[in-house]
């Protein structure tokens, strides 16, 4: 038969036991860690405990966002407790008004671009009536011409 190290039966409390033997391993191995990176010219001096061993940036938050997220809970917990919250009403942004000087250099503007494109295509129109009419002149003469 063959000896293993692990006992037979695993009970909660072994393996309670075996876990915090284990964690109290990683802490000390991660303090020797930090005293390394001391030494370090530059180094850490504190170790940055992650998820997976990267470094993650902490991400900055808008004094508007906390305020947001602030009020948000603040009636949530009121929902729950059933209390109404006296939420700071905001004041909406008054309604923009359009000037009649405005207004009229608006309409201004509009009568200019529209009377441009009425030109161009007045121009395009009589280019294509004059090309048609040439071909047309050339196909009767080349129809005399062969007769």
Known sequence: MEKTDMP??????????????????KTRIDQQIADLRAMLPGGRTA???????????????????RKRIALAQKARWAKIHG?????PAEQPKPKRRLS??????IIAAA??????KRAAGAVAKRAARKKASAKKAALKA?????A
């Open 8 to 25: 037979q039966k695993l009970t909660a409390e072994i393996i309670n036991a075996a876990i915090a033997g284990f964690e109290q391993q």
């Open 83 to 87: 209390e109404s919250v006296s939420a």
């Open 142 to 146: 080349s129809a005399v011409n062969a």
């Open 111 to 116: 009568k200019k671009r529209w009377a441009l």
């Open 100 to 105: 009649a000087a405005g207004r009229r250099k």
């Open 47 to 65: 170790t940055a405990i992650t998820v997976n061993g990267a470094l993650r940036k902490r991400r900055r938050i808008s004094a508007a966002g």
